[in-house]
């Protein structure tokens, strides 16, 4: 899971006018580290009711997008959403086949990133497409996705991928601790590795509170997230690699008397409040499960201030 | 190295919400914990498990969650979470009032899920009582009493669980032998913490020897009978049996009710107040803790703990006074009539008011008799009711109930067409039958030869939908269509919730 991390923190930085509709869902592994991101589901029959339902609450952003593919209303709104930007390209994030509801999104072009081999599936409908091929993750398990996008941009975004993973190596343990290996086979084709050495390492999470999935009636603004009367709050934040690290909330508008409880997949955590500021830190540490969305909630207990705002989330060491 | 254990998700609601079904989950759980790695699904994040148990986000239960389910359901408003929790993880659940008319209203269930609910019960009846209660708002007591509400929990359980023999026949006589066939019957358990000790409860309320407590617990609604009580102590304060709240041999009566008003329900304070004779000797304490309530049945020498009319629900104060060996006045009623005779007294219903007067008289006088009595009812409860026991029937009856297929929801696909020949003869009872042991999405089409036919047909019928529709049906949407046959076209939702 920890590729998906990776994939998108260079895909932001090679991509940076792009709009991510990651449909991976129930795992989305690219979601969190895309803080503008929509999400949903390719294959929404799969899912189980009691998932469907518990995705259906989380909105995202001024409009309260919901997560595509659980109703027509909602999808057309996120459609328009993704594509409503002639210089903001919608790049699709897929599991596997391709809705029906998005081939005509493909169809005009979408930029795609396909899990698994792209190469022995039928191309995907609308203009000639070229391809990077991106290998992530420890070397010990390595994913491969397939970057579908416009011939012409393989090679531009092809040298702002590898300039990108070089950054980011620098930043999470250097070159030592990575492979970084890659070239450009044809005008249309290029290849791109980035694998660990040793340790997993995944660039730490940190989220502004306005950009967060959530499941309250309101919108955020500029500020954070405005709890209003809530006395709960969830978050969808994703798939995340399988590892231990401090999960913080930064809130504003507590009684330190009267701390919230910090939950990670609906079970409440050993968590401690610090101030800072005029905010304080709920944190605790908690260790991600591989392989489904994750799920922070906040529960604030009878008598607290109906003024907390969350202002970011991290996940962090 | 220990062995792993099966997970059991148990959904219900835990303290510090101010109910006894609150307070059972959490002793069974105790006991449960013996056996499974529970977690506690629980509408309130922030409730008190037992050491071990975790509490559990309902929203995220079905998350990594076992075959294995247990589900507390109680006719209490704060327990909508736990039907909705049944209608995704079915599993066994304990039904600890069999009539569930006032849960279903209070979560928000739309009318045809009640409607359904009602035709369940009473098929004949619920046509006129729903159709009264969907059309002109009439809601009375009698709706709860007659209808259930059961038929959903009974079908999409695995196994259900009632306190009583009677629970179960009232439900089997409802719902049929082959619906109720995986009914179970477990008693009420005892609380797993110790009563405190008489003398030691008795002293931190001030009371000192010569005190005759009579004791009433939990919310005051009128099926408890303070009417009776009230009346009761009236009567023999006047007769001078009791003169001045003290008996002949010197004793002072007083009369607690360890519990909370629900002056909506039944205005408690203002019936005592009327009788000043009775509230020269009454008081009323609010909602109590744990502890406090406790303390309250220990000391107590008789806990009155009156029903009528009864649906076989059941009573935590009374297995707490089991526990604490104190004598236990019942109506002789429903599930109270099961007690053997040496548990508890049984008040019969007819002159109840007289007889309970003169009973609590000829205990103040010999409360050596009410002691008796009372450790008749801790033999009792520690051979039948004890925790162990019950969480080990529990188990059985989980682990058998789990190949029991249940009522799932409905298959994927278009919803079934139904086509009904919408002559001017067409009559409610033709769509009922056309309708009948359908759940879900449905279409009907009411054809007519063509159209102006049809706009004759609404012409002539004002109103011709809610007159045609049974009660379990909602109407989603009409249209008017041409194929495959010209007509109206309903989009319903039939029966239970999806």
């Not at chain 1, 101030?275 to 991600?288: D, F, K, T, V």
Request: aromatic fraction near 4%; glycine fraction near 10%; charge should be positive.
């Amino acid at each position: 899971m920890s590729a998906g991390a990776i994939l998108a923190s260079l895909l932001r930085q090679a991509l940076p006018a792009c709009r991510l509709l990651d449909l991976g869902l129930p795992a989305a592994p690219l979601l969190a580290w895309w803080p503008e991101a929509l999400c949903g589901l390719a294959e929404p029959a799969l899912l189980p009711p009691a998932e469907a339902a518990l995705l259906g609450r989380f909105r995202h952003g001024p409009r309260r997008l919901p997560v595509f593919g659980l109703d027509p209303a909602g999808d057309a709104a996120v459609l328009a959403a993704a594509a409503g930007r002639p210089e903001a390209p919608l790049l699709l994030a897929l599991p596997g086949a391709i809705p029906s509801a998005l081939a005509p999104a493909v169809e005009a072009g979408a930029l795609l990133l396909r899990h698994g081999r792209a190469a022995g599936l039928p191309p995907p409908p609308g203009p000639g497409r070229g391809r990077i091929m991106l290998l992530a993750g420890p070397v010990a398990r390595i994913e491969r996705w397939d970057l579908l996008l416009p011939p012409a941009a393989v090679e531009p975004v092809f040298a702002r991928l590898h300039d990108a993973a070089q950054g980011l190596a620098a930043q999470l343990g250097g070159g030592r601790a990575w492979q970084i290996g890659g070239r450009l086979v044809t005008p249309g084709l290029a290849s791109l590795g980035m694998l660990g050495i040793g340790a997993e390492r995944v660039p730490p999470l940190r989220l502004p509170g306005a950009a967060l999935w959530h499941d309250l009636p309101g919108v955020p603004e500029a500020e954070g997230l405005p709890l209003g009367a809530a006395r709960r709050l969830r978050l969808l934040l994703g798939g995340m690699p399988a590892r231990g690290a401090w999960l913080r909330l930064r809130l504003q508008g507590l009684d330190p008397a009267r701390p919230p409880a910090l939950l990670l997949d609906g079970v409440r955590l050993e968590a401690q409040l610090r101030a800072e500021g005029a905010a304080h830190w709920l944190e605790a540490p908690a260790r991600m499960r591989p392989g489904q969305a994750s799920i922070a909630g906040l529960a604030l207990p009878p008598g607290a201030p109906e003024a907390a705002v969350l202002l970011a989330l991290e996940f962090a060491a | 190295m220990t062995a792993a254990r099966d997970a059991l998700t148990v959904w219900t609601p835990l303290p510090p919400e101010r109910n006894g079904i609150a307070d059972y989950a959490h002793g069974l759980l105790t006991g449960l914990a013996r056996h499974y790695d529970c977690r506690a699904a629980c509408a309130d994040w922030l409730a008190e498990a037992p050491e071990g148990v975790a509490v559990l986000d309902p929203a995220l239960a079905h998350r990594a969650a076992g075959p294995r389910a247990l589900h507390q359901i109680g006719n209490n408003p704060g327990h909508g979470f736990v039907v909705r929790g049944m209608r995704r993880m079915p599993g066994v659940t304990t039904l600890h009032d069999p009539g569930l008319l006032h849960l279903y209203e209070t979560m928000g269930e739309p009318d045809p899920v009640i409607g359904a609910g009602m035709q369940a019960t009473l098929p004949g009846l619920a046509a006129v009582y729903g159709r009264h209660r969907r059309e002109d708002g009439v809601q009375s007591r009698a709706n709860h009493l007659l209808f259930d509400l059961a038929g959903e929990v009974l079908a999409r359980s695995r196994a259900v669980v009632v306190h009583s023999r009677f629970a179960r026949n009232r439900l089997r006589l409802a719902h049929g032998p082959a619906a109720t066939a995986h009914v179970a019957v477990i008693p009420h358990v005892l609380p797993p913490s110790r009563m405190p000790a008489r003398g030691a409860a008795r002293a931190r309320l001030g009371l000192d020897d010569d005190t005759f407590l009579v004791l009433t617990a939990g919310f005051a609604t009128a099926a408890k009978r303070f009417d009776w009580l009230i009346a009761a102590l009236d009567t023999a304060i006047a007769r001078g049996a009791i003169t001045r709240g003290a008996t002949t041999r010197g004793a002072r009566l007083r009369w607690i009710h360890a519990g909370a008003e629900r002056a909506e329900e039944y205005g408690l304070g203002a019936a005592i107040a009327a009788r000043p004779a009775v509230a020269a000797i009454a008081r009323v304490t609010g909602y109590l803790g744990a502890a406090a309530l406790d303390d309250h049945i220990a000391a107590a020498d008789v806990l009155v703990n009156l029903r009528f009319p009864s649906s076989g629900e059941s009573s935590g104060s009374l297995a707490r006074a089991f526990a604490a060996g104190t004598c236990c006045i019942v109506s002789a009623t429903a599930a109270y009539a099961e007690l053997p005779r040496d548990a508890v007294l049984q008040l019969p219903l007819t002159g109840a008011p007289r007889l309970l007067g003169e009973t609590l008289r000829a205990l103040a006088e010999a409360p050596a008799r009410a002691a008796e009595i009372g450790a008749g009812g801790r033999r009792h409860a520690l051979a039948e009711m004890a925790l162990p026991a019950v969480a080990a029937r529990y188990r059985d009856v989980i682990e058998a109930s789990l190949d029991r297929p249940v009522a799932g929801p409905a298959a994927p696909g278009p919803p079934p067409l139904l086509v009904l020949d919408a002559a001017s003869s067409l009559r409610p009872p033709q769509v009922a039958a056309a309708l009948a042991g359908r759940q879900g999405r449905c279409r009907l089409l009411l054809a007519a030869p063509d159209l102006p036919a049809l706009a004759r047909l609404t012409l002539d019928r004002p109103g011709l939908l809610a007159s045609l529709l049974p009660v379990s049906a909602g109407l989603l949407a009409t249209r008017v269509v041409l194929a495959p046959q010209p007509g109206l076209l309903l989009d319903l939702a039939l029966g239970w919730a999806a």
